[in-house]
């Protein structure tokens, strides 16, 4: 089975803090994407990338950005941490495009922004 | 650009009940169609997907959706569900032209009660 891994379940951090949250697949997807799950706003796409060191923005990537140095591994930073970034953030994985393909997500970081 | 619209925020129901989670979306271009699950406190799981061909699939769990062109729509239904099933159910499209940014609804709370 693929398996999309998130470093942590459960982060609390201050206001002004730099964050990574870390994501790794196991199954060689050039896809990988990161969303927040907001109640009431379901999934937004922070940003994606669909090759090493390739990166693109999604619909709110105001605040985040993003390292792709291994194909495998897919890192979220929130560069100065602010208590509008609390929320759940979910990787997601898939192969190349067009293929049809869903996504395997990770089970996802709770961040709490204090 | 595309829009999903999960007409229900929230569907209680009782066990061996059937059920139907709606979902309407808007393209300019034709699309796959998806259905995830999130049940609590994890990441996502797909529950079943349209690429092309017969309009009804059917999934994991029992679950099925039927795809309608003509009123954009893909409806997934159960004909007697699980305390289990409690969950949370996401519609989401994504072009079929090569583009890989998949668009999730808000999201449905299935609420099945004994």
């Known amino acids: 089975d693929v398996k999309v891994t998130q470093s942590s379940r459960y982060l609390v951090k201050r206001t002004g803090e730099k964050v990574f949250l870390e994501c790794v697949q196991d199954?060689?997807?050039?896809?990988m994407f990161w969303y927040r799950q907001d109640p009431g706003l379901g999934l937004r796409l922070i940003y994606f990338?669909?090759?090493?060191?390739?990166?693109e923005k999604g619909d709110i990537p105001e605040g985040y950005s993003v390292s792709r140095e291994k194909k495998e591994r897919f890192s979220l930073i929130l560069e100065s941490a602010s208590t509008n970034q609390t929320s759940m953030y979910l990787c997601?994985?898939?192969?190349?495009?067009?293929?049809?393909?869903?996504?395997?997500f990770g089970s996802g970081t709770r961040l709490t922004v204090v | 650009a595309q829009s999903v619209t999960q007409l229900d925020s929230q569907v209680p129901v009782f066990e061996e009940a059937p059920v139907e989670l709606r979902c309407n979306y808007s393209?300019?271009?034709?699309?796959?169609l998806f259905w995830y699950v999130q049940y609590p406190n994890q990441g996502l799981q797909l529950l079943l997907k349209y690429l092309s061909g017969s309009t009804l699939v059917k999934g994991i769990n029992g679950f099925e959706a039927e795809f309608n062109k003509s009123q954009t729509s893909f409806h997934l239904r159960k004909p007697s569900v699980h305390i289990s099933d409690t969950a949370e159910y996401f519609c989401?499209?994504?072009?079929?032209?090569?583009?890989?940014?998949?668009?999730f609804g808000a999201g449905t709370r299935l609420f099945v009660k004994a």
């Open positions: 393209s300019s271009v034709s699309v796959y």
């Open positions: 997601a994985s898939s192969p190349a495009t067009g293929t049809g393909y869903g996504y395997t």
């Open positions: 199954m060689d997807h050039e896809n």
């Open positions: 990338s669909y090759d090493v060191k390739m990166k």
């Open positions: 989401a499209v994504r072009p079929n032209t090569g583009g890989f940014k998949t668009i």
